[in-house]
């Protein structure tokens, strides 16, 4: 059985995969690229 702490990390990494996939190339200066690319470092350090 799967525990809280692992389901919840195991939420946040399918979280940073669909928020990878959402960034298109050739739109890195965009504001909602900067905006997916802050959550995908904030997720990234939260899993840590």
């Known amino acids: 059985m799967i525990n ?3 389901l919840k990390r195991f939420i946040v990494l399918i979280e940073i995969q669909a928020l ?3 960034i298109v190339a050739g739109e ?3 504001p909602i690229y900067v905006s997916i690319r802050d959550r995908i470092e904030n997720l990234e350090r939260e899993v840590k």
Request: net charge neutral; aromatic share 0%.
């Open 4 to 6: 809280l702490a692992e």
């Open 20 to 22: 990878k996939k959402a």
């Open 28 to 30: 890195a200066d965009t």
